[in-house]
């Protein structure tokens, strides 16, 4: 089910945030007391679950902007207060009424909302066993992925497990952050039982949520708690489901091989769906249209959003193959059959990773490229870190070695400490996620946050602070309900 055909919308009474999340349909025709009856309702149920990841809130932006806050690149854009949002979050001058950290805060929520009706009602649904346990799968993989996302950004959130009606109470406290880890463990865990895997989806499914990507999620989620062994173990699990590297890292950011053998988990783009750019129900990406270089003609679109910085340029290694699909700089390879000048850059780079050419997606609003949230590099890179920290360094160097060797790196040093080792292994990690808005969670997670700090300070960011860890909570959130208070510093 490609693109998980997120133009189907459909009203399950839900509300969320003071927004019209779902486009409605005729209220005496369908709701939540006839709508769940044959499988074809409870498969357009969970698909809608998915479509608010597709949501500028979320990985159309924000998720991808968080690098730049992470210090791998500047808004660049049009200069001036174009992206001002973005620009004040990567100079850690935000305050509670940021439009981009209520963009956050909200972009989960309609996601929460439609897992928590597909979990309450499918279960009682008469229909084939199998589609059913997979069904509920689905919805809780995304509903953790969802609460995921909100947890490490804000800290303790409410944590909302059943559909909220108009009677219900709209003012909930936030929930200590423990309590919402352990909800999404065991979402996780849930789903990891009844999902199939990659290869059990047929093509026209390929995209759902599947078992390994419960299990590298579920690695993840400890990986961001410190807890090494269920680390090592899950992405044991991961590997023997079969993913692999691909040959080609290039693979991993193109229209042609999306869902690849290295994807866990992708949100899922198509072009020309004749939908609105700018609206939720768009289903085209905006990746290479905002990050195109500005004025170039390189890409429909261009905005020249996203410019890496000099010192995350001379980060790579000499004969790193990553960079060449990663950044456009002087001299770089062409693309598309176009020399990149570095006038068109405030920084002299812009972003190549996601970049489409003009014969696929044709105008701004038409991309068609999915966005990578796992990938098994990813898992191999969580494995060496993990391993390293439980002092089995010599072992850790061969998942960090497969993923040097496939950037035409060579091995690691052997011998190393563990303290060295995992200045490697974080350094690999910056550079084979690059702009995959992976960054900022690890800038936050090693050492309670203390190392990124230290990093962030080191190039220049001297603002940040350990009030920075965690957004603000929005202060719109905060008039429409005084039970949630700010967090600390804001």
């Known amino acids: 089910m490609k693109k998980y055909l997120f133009i189907i919308t459909i009203f399950l009474g839900l509300v969320a945030c003071g927004e019209d999340f779902l486009t409605k349909a005729p209220l005496d025709s369908i709701n939540t007391g006839n709508f769940f009856e044959t499988e074809d309702d409870a498969i357009y149920a969970i698909n809608g679950a998915y479509q608010p990841l597709q949501w500028p809130k979320l990985y159309n932006m924000r998720m991808w902007t968080t690098d730049i806050m992470a210090g791998n690149s500047i808004v660049g854009a049009g200069g001036g207060d174009d992206g001002r949002e973005t620009q004040d979050l990567a100079n850690f001058v935000t305050t509670a009424d940021n439009p981009g950290v209520l963009d956050l805060y909200r972009g989960p929520s309609p996601g929460i909302l439609r897992c928590n009706t597909v979990i309450k009602n499918v279960p009682g649904m008469e229909i084939d066993e199998t589609l059913k346990n997979r069904i509920v799968g689905e919805a809780k993989f995304l509903r953790a992925h969802y609460y995921f996302i909100m947890v490490r950004f804000f800290g303790d959130v409410p944590l909302i497990l059943e559909p909220q009606e108009p009677g219900d109470d709209l003012r909930p406290f936030r929930d200590d952050?423990?309590?919402?880890?352990?909800?999404?463990?065991?979402?996780?865990?849930?789903?990891?039982?009844?999902?199939?895997?990659?290869?059990?989806?047929?093509?026209?499914?390929?995209?759902?949520?599947?078992?390994?990507?419960?299990?590298?999620?579920?690695?993840?989620?400890?990986?961001?708690?410190?807890?090494?062994?269920?680390?090592?173990?899950?992405?044991?699990?991961?590997?023997?489901?079969?993913?692999?590297?691909?040959?080609?890292?290039?693979?991993?950011?193109?229209?042609?091989?999306?869902?690849?053998?290295?994807?866990?988990?992708?949100?899922?783009?198509?072009?020309?769906?004749?939908?609105?750019?700018?609206?939720?129900?768009?289903?085209?990406?905006?990746l290479s249209t905002f990050t195109g270089p500005r004025n170039s003609g390189m890409v429909a679109g261009g905005w020249g959003w996203n410019q890496p910085t000099q010192e995350f340029v001379d980060a790579y290694e000499d004969g790193d193959l990553r960079k060449d699909v990663t950044v456009l700089y002087d001299g770089c390879p062409q693309f598309d059959g176009m020399e990149y000048d570095p006038s068109y850059s405030v920084t002299g780079y812009n972003l190549r990773k996601f970049l489409v050419s003009k014969s696929i997606a044709d105008?701004?609003?038409?991309?068609?490229?999915?966005?990578?949230?796992?990938?098994?590099?990813?898992?191999?890179?969580?494995?060496?870190?993990?391993?390293?920290?439980?002092?089995?360094?010599?072992?850790?160097?061969?998942?960090?070695?497969?993923?040097?060797?496939?950037?035409?790196?060579?091995?690691?040093?052997?011998?190393?400490?563990?303290?060295?080792?995992?200045?490697?292994?974080?350094?690999?990690?910056?550079?084979?996620?690059?702009?995959?808005?992976?960054?900022?969670?690890?800038?936050?997670?090693?050492?309670?946050?203390?190392?990124?700090?230290?990093?962030?300070?080191?190039?220049?960011?001297?603002?940040?602070?350990?009030?920075?860890?965690?957004?603000?909570?929005?202060?719109?959130?905060?008039?429409?309900?005084?039970?949630?208070?700010?967090?600390?510093?804001y």
């Open 363 to 489: 105008a701004y609003d038409n991309s068609p490229l999915n966005f990578p949230v796992l990938r098994y590099a990813d898992v191999l890179l969580m494995k060496a870190e993990a391993l390293n920290e439980l002092g089995r360094t010599t072992e850790a160097e061969a998942p960090l070695n497969e993923v040097r060797n496939r950037a035409g790196l060579d091995d690691v040093a052997s011998g190393l400490s563990k303290e060295a080792f995992r200045e490697i292994v974080l350094h690999e990690r910056r550079m084979e996620l690059a702009f995959e808005g992976q960054r900022w969670f690890d800038l936050i997670r090693v050492d309670n946050g203390q190392w990124g700090l230290q990093f962030l300070q080191s190039i220049g960011r001297v603002n940040a602070t350990e009030k920075h860890l965690l957004l603000p909570i929005p202060q719109k959130e905060i008039d429409a309900n005084p039970n949630l208070e700010q967090n600390p510093g």
């Open 177 to 286: 952050k423990a309590l919402v880890y352990q909800q999404i463990i065991a979402d996780l865990g849930d789903a990891k039982k009844v999902l199939p895997t990659k290869s059990e989806y047929s093509d026209a499914d390929m995209g759902r949520a599947t078992k390994g990507a419960a299990a590298g999620l579920l690695a993840k989620v400890y990986l961001s708690l410190g807890e090494w062994q269920n680390v090592v173990d899950l992405c044991e699990e991961v590997a023997a489901l079969g993913y692999e590297l691909n040959d080609n890292y290039a693979d991993n950011f193109s229209v042609n091989t999306e869902n690849s053998k290295e994807s866990l988990f992708e949100v899922q783009y198509v072009g020309g769906a004749g939908e609105d750019f700018w609206a939720n129900e768009n289903q085209a990406s905006w």
